[in-house]
């Protein structure tokens, strides 16, 4: 057999074949050995060139995915942005679009509290011209009411016109009442309440004289017109001796005209004035000109007396602030025109 034969042969050689057979052994073996090695290093290579290629496989995929996932963030921001812008537009848009809803709502608030408080003046004033209306009416009834009461009392008036004019006549004819008739025209039995000469005024007559006379011979000239000097007793007297006065200067410009005494005197205690009536002189009747009374004395007055009687001056011009204030007070033995007042005439 092969066996037995092989061993055999390396019992008959001994050790020597024995080393020669292991050392040809390992020289057949060594390329062998070369061959396997480089096979593994060859798969070892291989399997890193695979490892590398997989990795850079999967780099690239992944720089890809990077690059596709990058692409697609882009687009979405930019879809984003664009949705933001549109959303912004729509916002204000709709801020707008409120904000001039809000400015309609006050504006028809305003016109709705406008046209509310109009139709309140209109009916507050409606209320007025019915109760106006109300008034009127009842006015023109209680016209109507007099006026037929007068119609009625018409006749019986025409009928006392005689009988008044009888009475005058006889009246008149009284020889107690001789000086009647120089107020009076004897045909047409019209009467004068005051003297030729004379101007009525608040049912009283006044005259202011031509002549100039000391205070005291002006009062008693007064008195034999069954009158006395002029009283001031409110604004009107006032303003009607101040402008008889200045009519007065006017009409006579060639007469020599310094001012009019009145009724006016402090004789008894300086600056403590009485009229002739008795009465004091009144706190809101006071028209003393500017820097009067002064109670100066004149160089002429021996007895030093001082102004204690009161007459009015004509002022420049009638109707200029402060033209009313023309009192002054003059030493009462000067001469100076005067104005006299009486009743006037009434008949019953």
Same mark, same amino acid.
């Given at each position: 057999?092969?066996?037995?034969?092989?061993?055999?042969?390396?019992?008959?050689?001994?050790?020597?074949?024995?080393?020669?057979?292991?050392?040809?052994?390992?020289?057949?073996?060594?390329?062998?050995?070369?061959?396997?090695?480089?096979?593994?290093?060859?798969?070892?290579?291989?399997?890193?060139?695979?490892?590398?290629?997989?990795?850079?496989?999967?780099?690239?995929?992944?720089?890809?995915?990077?690059? /596709?996932? #990058?692409?697609?963030? !882009?687009?979405?921001?930019?879809?984003? =942005? &664009?949705? +933001?812008?549109?959303? *912004?537009?729509?916002?204000?848009?709709?801020?707008?679009?409120?904000?001039?809803?809000?400015?309609?709502?006050?504006?028809?608030?305003?016109?709705?509290?406008?046209?509310?408080?109009?139709?309140?003046?209109?009916?507050?004033?409606?209320?007025?011209?019915?109760?106006?209306?109300?008034?009127?009416?009842?006015?023109?009834?209680?016209?109507?009411?007099?006026?037929?009461? /007068?119609? #009625?009392?018409?006749? !019986?008036?025409?009928?006392?016109?005689? =009988? &008044?004019? +009888?009475?005058?006549? *006889?009246?008149?004819?009284?020889?107690?009442?001789?000086?009647?008739?120089?107020?009076?025209?004897?045909?047409?039995?019209?009467?004068?309440?005051?003297?030729?000469?004379?101007?009525?005024?608040?049912?009283?007559?006044?005259?202011?004289?031509?002549?100039?006379?000391?205070?005291?011979?002006?009062?008693?000239?007064?008195?034999?017109?069954?009158?006395?000097?002029?009283?001031?007793?409110?604004?009107?007297?006032?303003?009607?001796?101040?402008?008889?006065?200045?009519?007065?200067?006017?009409?006579?410009?060639?007469?020599?005209?310094?001012?009019?005494?009145?009724?006016?005197?402090?004789?008894?205690?300086?600056?403590?004035?009485?009229?002739?009536?008795?009465?004091?002189?009144?706190?809101?009747?006071?028209?003393?000109?500017?820097?009067?009374?002064?109670?100066?004395?004149?160089?002429?007055?021996?007895?030093?007396?001082?102004?204690?009687?009161?007459?009015?001056?004509?002022?420049?011009?009638?109707?200029?602030?402060?033209?009313?204030?023309?009192?002054?007070?003059?030493?009462?033995?000067?001469?100076?025109?005067?104005?006299?007042?009486?009743?006037?005439?009434?008949?019953?």
């Amino acid at each position: 057999m092969r066996s037995g034969t092989y061993r055999t042969s390396v019992t008959e050689h001994g050790p020597e074949n024995k080393s020669a057979t292991i050392v040809e052994l390992k020289r057949i073996l060594k390329p062998i050995w070369h061959l396997v090695l480089i096979g593994i290093l060859s798969g070892i290579l291989a399997m890193v060139v695979l490892i590398i290629i997989s990795e850079w496989n999967t780099k690239q995929n992944m720089r890809m995915s990077i690059e /596709q996932v #990058k692409e697609e963030m !882009k687009s979405n921001t930019e879809k984003l =942005l &664009e949705e +933001k812008s549109r959303i *912004s537009e729509q916002l204000n848009l709709t801020n707008t679009n409120f904000s001039i809803l809000v400015a309609e709502y006050e504006r028809l608030l305003l016109e709705h509290l406008c046209n509310y408080t109009q139709l309140e003046k209109k009916v507050v004033s409606l209320h007025g011209v019915l109760s106006n209306a109300l008034k009127s009416k009842e006015k023109v009834e209680r016209e109507v009411n007099q006026l037929t009461s /007068q119609l #009625k009392s018409t006749q !019986k008036n025409d009928q006392l016109t005689e =009988l &008044e004019n +009888k009475k005058q006549r *006889s009246f008149l004819s009284s020889t107690h009442l001789d000086y009647i008739w120089d107020l009076c025209d004897r045909t047409t039995l019209q009467c004068s309440r005051c003297l030729p000469g004379w101007t009525e005024h608040a049912s009283r007559c006044f005259l202011l004289s031509n002549v100039e006379k000391t205070w005291e011979d002006a009062r008693v000239d007064c008195l034999n017109y069954k009158g006395d000097l002029a009283v001031v007793l409110n604004a009107a007297d006032q303003a009607f001796l101040t402008n008889l006065t200045f009519q007065f200067k006017k009409a006579n410009p060639g007469m020599t005209f310094h001012s009019a005494w009145i009724g006016l005197q402090d004789m008894v205690k300086e600056g403590v004035h009485f009229w002739v009536n008795g009465e004091r002189i009144k706190w809101d009747v006071i028209y003393w000109r500017p820097g009067e009374p002064n109670n100066a004395k004149a160089d002429w007055d021996t007895e030093q007396a001082g102004e204690d009687c009161v007459s009015i001056l004509p002022p420049d011009e009638v109707g200029p602030k402060g033209w009313l204030d023309s009192w002054d007070d003059i030493t009462c033995l000067g001469k100076c025109h005067y104005i006299c007042e009486t009743d006037a005439l009434i008949l019953t």
